[in-house]
């Protein structure tokens, strides 16, 4: 059984920074295009970062400037600095695989979503 397991949220002032990590259990991620996700209250898991095998970068243009996604594939991890919080970044994040060339999940199936780490941004 897959997992992924998140970690890193918190309670952040507006301009804040935090660093998310997620771990893939049993799961060897190295080919795969993985990205993050997030989910505010009341609205539907967009895709905000995603990763490809070889590293390049897509960011939702929310986003863009202000996060940075990285792997490790020698650990099974996926990590996710954000700079510039503001509160809109108030939500879930998530990670699972990504689709390389649609914006969101791959088409084929992928491991079940983890719990995911709360972001909360605010004064």
């Known amino acids: 059984q897959v997992q992924l397991v998140e970690s890193g949220g918190g309670l952040v002032q507006p301009g804040g920074s935090l660093t998310l990590s997620c771990v893939a259990s049993t799961y060897n991620i190295d080919i795969y295009t993985m990205g993050w996700y997030r989910q505010a209250p009341g609205k539907q898991r967009d895709l905000v970062a995603r990763i490809s095998s070889r590293e390049i970068t897509t960011y939702a243009a929310s986003v863009e400037g202000r996060f940075t996604i990285s792997r490790d594939n020698a650990t099974n991890t996926v990590y996710l600095q954000m700079n510039g919080l503001t509160p809109e970044d108030t939500a879930v994040y998530c990670c699972?695989?990504?689709?390389?060339?649609?914006?969101?999940?791959?088409?084929?199936?992928?491991?079940?979503w983890g719990q995911g780490t709360q972001v909360t941004v605010s004064s």
């Open positions: 699972n695989l990504a689709s390389p060339r649609n914006w969101g999940p791959p088409s084929f199936n992928y491991p079940d």
